[in-house]
């Protein structure tokens, strides 16, 4: 099959030569009893690995037959799988430029799959990508079950996550964002304007980004000797509609926030559609601080204010990952990168009810 990569270790069984498993670096760390990136360590030659542990490993290496896979000359890369969770929006199409231009860099060819939700869930994706040859596979906040991370590994494909859904596998590279202190400092943004009652409109459930920007939003109102009020927090999945329904729950409070954080630019987008729909205005009657500063966020009326996340360059650095392989982009045996949001302030927020205008 074009694409399929052997191992060449072969077990004999009743005479029959059967290929061996693949040994990822996390099954080696538990059969070694250390850790992943001490693993990793080994790897890369690293000295700060106890002498023993280093021939436990080594050996363990050897055994599995890992180094000589490892040593194995890589081939051109001609063609990488992106799956993405939706294709319909700007934060989408900025994920698809950044794979695409780090593509290009490499003279590859990008193949995108939308998977219409958090997990890929049909198995005729994974049997084109080892029928078209793909040489690496990136997935953009969607996750493969159990069985499909299986057939992957035995594809031998190389694999990076752009901001994971789940919990991370220990052999897998990711690439995220510092969605915590974004989270944080969208908060504190409302809270240094003299806001006190500030909603927010989660992302999905699932999502491990969604639940650090809520822990940031939840971080910063504690620091500020503010209750987490639960009837502020509203429900969402990062789109358009959620937004729009979630701020009009919050509008519909007894006393309802005077600021809100939204945890995607799409959510604030309609949250600004609920505000103008019950007669109100954004800044002057309820400030809203997005969440990813996707194109559109500083054509918005008024322009939002929102943390940037750099979305091309996790999505490119992802590309390159796979393109080139972990060790000749991420630094020593680092596994998780997370690169830096910051807070871009334009005319959506405000000084509270109250409070001199800035």
């Known amino acids: 099959m074009p694409g399929r990569r052997s191992s060449g270790a072969t077990t004999a069984t009743t005479g029959t030569a059967v290929?061996?498993?693949?040994?990822?670096?996390?099954?080696?760390?538990?059969?070694?009893?250390?850790?992943?990136?001490?693993?990793?360590?080994?790897?890369?030659?690293?000295?700060?690995?106890a002498p023993e542990t280093r021939a436990r490993v080594?050996?363990?290496l050897e055994q599995h037959n890992y180094l000589r896979r490892r040593a194995r000359p890589k081939k051109t890369v001609g063609l990488v799988d992106l799956v993405i969770r939706e294709v319909d929006s700007l934060w989408a199409c900025e994920v698809m430029q950044g794979v695409q231009s780090a593509a290009a860099e490499h003279g590859a060819e990008v193949v995108m799959t939308a998977a219409h939700g958090t997990t890929v869930d049909t198995r005729r994706w994974l049997d084109n990508v080892a029928t078209r040859g793909s040489d690496g596979i990136i997935l953009a906040v969607t996750d493969l079950t159990p069985a499909q991370r299986k057939q992957v590994d035995s594809l031998?494909?190389?694999?990076?996550?752009?901001?994971p859904v789940g919990s991370p596998d220990d052999a897998v590279p990711t690439v995220g964002a510092t969605n915590w202190q974004g989270g944080m400092a969208a908060t504190q943004h409302l809270i240094d304007l003299g806001h006190r009652r500030i909603g927010i409109l989660r992302g999905h459930?699932?999502?491990l980004c969604a639940r650090a920007r809520l822990d940031g939003y939840r971080a910063a109102l504690e620091r500020a000797g503010i209750e987490v009020d639960p009837a502020l927090q509203q429900p969402g999945d990062f789109y358009y509609t959620t937004?729009?329904?979630?701020?009009?729950?919050?509008?519909?409070l007894a006393d309802p926030p005077t600021a809100v954080f939204a945890s995607s630019d799409l959510m604030a987008l309609g949250a600004y559609e609920a505000i103008r729909q019950a007669g109100l205005r954004v800044a002057a009657d309820v400030s809203i601080v997005g969440f990813d500063d996707v194109p559109n966020a500083a054509w918005a009326s008024p322009p939002l204010t929102t943390v940037r996340q750099p979305l091309r360059e996790m999505a490119a650095l992802a590309a390159r990952i796979?393109?080139?392989g972990a060790d000749a982009?991420?630094?020593?045996?680092?596994?998780?990168?997370?690169?830096?949001t910051r807070l871009v302030?334009?005319?959506?927020t405000g000084a509270a009810p109250g409070m001199p205008a800035a």
């Open 322 to 324: 796979v393109l080139l």
């Open 243 to 252: 937004g729009f329904s979630g701020m009009r729950e919050l509008l519909a």
């Open 58 to 60: 080594l050996e363990l």
């Open 19 to 49: 290929p061996a498993a693949r040994v990822t670096i996390a099954e080696i760390a538990r059969e070694a009893g250390v850790s992943a990136p001490t693993v990793s360590k080994v790897l890369n030659g690293h000295d700060q690995v």
């Open 156 to 163: 031998d494909i190389p694999l990076a996550v752009v901001d």
């Open 205 to 207: 459930e699932d999502a």
């Open 345 to 348: 302030v334009r005319e959506s």
């Open 329 to 340: 982009v991420l630094p020593g045996p680092t596994l998780r990168m997370e690169l830096a």
